[in-house]
Structures are given as structure tokens and as C-alpha cells.
């Protein structure tokens, strides 16, 4: 579904490139995370794959074609909930469709159809304010399952949230996928995060980004907290946390 062919990005001004000649793919329908050290180019990926920085050199396409050609191919969920605190859960869900002039009762029902997935249905006439953290992170991702696209960057969701809050929405985020026909890629630093997640992680190598070296997770679709335990998971684990050790240390 996503393919990076050889892509180069250096910010203005900067002395060196964040990313060369980068190149991996990534199926449809997958749950793909994406780790890294601190300054990597975790972020920087997205906003090339989201258009919000230029691509400089290479391409990169969404189902065949080159990004530049498209529009609301993607649909991104930041760190931040950024809901609008004037607007009521509904409107909050409602607002990528209203900005794609998708008419009223149309917007209307899909986003009661979203907030009945979430669990909140009983909240649409409610403001941020009166929603706990865990919440306003399933209004965020009913809004972004709003815009439509079937490819959903998921930048850090979870990681300003205490942390019984977010293993609850970890798995409820696992639960949600698992009934959607979607592509999800995930940017996490927690190591388990994207192991309990995931299908695959990718993790970004080099300085400049040069490759990412793939895993596959060898959990089962239908998962619990329990498997983590297992000694090759753990093993796993130790692997991805030494990678990005040596990768920081460069």
C-alpha cells in the first residue's frame, strides 16, 4: 500500500540530510510500528508521508501512485488530542468531513456511527473539558477514522497518558484495528508499545537514515498482556532496546 523508493529530505540550513536514499514498504491492512532514537527522523517521515515538508528527492506512493498526485490519503492522529474545546464530541468528530464539504446529515451520521465504535455515544453533546485524557483520545481517533482515508499515522497517541490509562487503550486500540479494513503506522519510543501493537516494527538506522531494519512479531492476531512474558518476546525486546541503544550512542 506505501512504498518510500530512495527518498532524501535535509531541513534548510541544516549541515547534513536527516534521511538518504530511503526505501521500504509497507503491506495494506497492516499494523506497522515504527521506532527509533531521539532525533531520528521518526517525525520527519511523517510529515514527508503527510506532505507537511516537501519531498526533495525520490518518491512516495500510496496504493501505485505518487503522493504529490493525491488528496486525503492519509489521516493522522497527533501526540495531542487538539480538539477544539468550543466545539461539543460530535462536532469535534464531525470537523475532517466538514472541511470536505461532506453535507450535514451525512456528517451527522458517520460520526455517530464513529462514536458508537469508540464507546461514547452517550458523550456527543459533551466538550473536551468534561472527558477524561483516555477519552479525548478515542474522540481523536474517531475523528481521524472520520477523514476517510484508509491509511492512519498514529504519531506517539498515547504517551502523554498515566500508565494504566494507556495499556487500557493500548489494547483497545489493538481491538479497534482488528475491526477496521485499515493500515496503521504507529510511531512509538516504548519498546513493548510496538511489540504488544504490532505486526512488524521498523526501526530506523543510520545518521542519516539509510534503511530500517524490519521485525516481525510472533504474536498471535487475538493477544493478551500475558504473551509479553513469553521468553521470545522478551528476547525480542532485549534485541529492539540494544538496537537503539547502539543506534543513540552514534
Known amino acids: 500500500m506505501l512504498e518510500f523508493q530512495n527518498v532524501s529530505f535535509t531541513y534548510p540550513g541544516a549541515e547534513a540530510p536527516i534521511m538518504e536514499n530511503l526505501s521500504f514498504s509497507v503491506e495494506a491492512g497492516s499494523f506497522v510500528s515504527i521506532i527509533g532514537a531521539s532525533g531520528s527522523g521518526k517525525s520527519t517521515l511523517f510529515r514527508l508521508l503527510n506532505s507537511l515538508e516537501e519531498l526533495q528527492e525520490g518518491t512516495i506512493t500510496v496504493n501505485g501512485r505518487d503522493i504529490r498526485s493525491l488528496s486525503h490519503y492519509t489521516s493522522y492522529m497527533p501526540q495531542q488530542d487538539l480538539l477544539f474545546p468550543w466545539r461539543t464530541v460530535e462536532k469535534n468528530v464531525m470537523l475532517p468531513m466538514q472541511v470536505q464539504k461532506v453535507p450535514k446529515e451525512e456528517r451527522k451520521r458517520v460520526a455517530a456511527q464513529m462514536l458508537a465504535k469508540v464507546g461514547l455515544t452517550d458523550w456527543a453533546n459533551s466538550y473536551p473539558r468534561e472527558l477524561s485524557g483516555g477519552m479525548r483520545q478515542r474522540v481523536s ?75 516481525t512479531v510472533p504474536l498471535p492476531g487475538k493477544r493478551t498482556r500475558e504473551m509479553l512474558l513469553q521468553g521470545e518476546i522478551q528476547q525480542l525486546k532485549e534485541t529492539l532496546v540494544e538496537l537503539l541503544r547502539s543506534e543513540a550512542a552514534e
Open 141 to 215: 481517533f474517531a475523528r481521524t477514522l472520520c477523514a476517510g482515508s484508509d491509511l492512519l499515522l498514529l504519531d506517539e497517541p498515547f504517551s502523554a497518558l498515566d500508565s494504566i490509562t494507556r495499556i487500557s487503550l493500548q489494547e483497545w486500540l489493538r481491538e479497534q484495528w482488528e475491526s477496521l479494513d485499515k493500515t496503521i503506522l504507529f510511531i512509538t519510543h516504548d519498546v513493548e508499545e510496538a511489540i504488544f501493537l504490532s505486526e512488524k516494527i521498523l526501526v530506523l538506522t543510520g545518521s542519516p537514515v539509510t534503511g530500517l531494519k524490519e521485525f
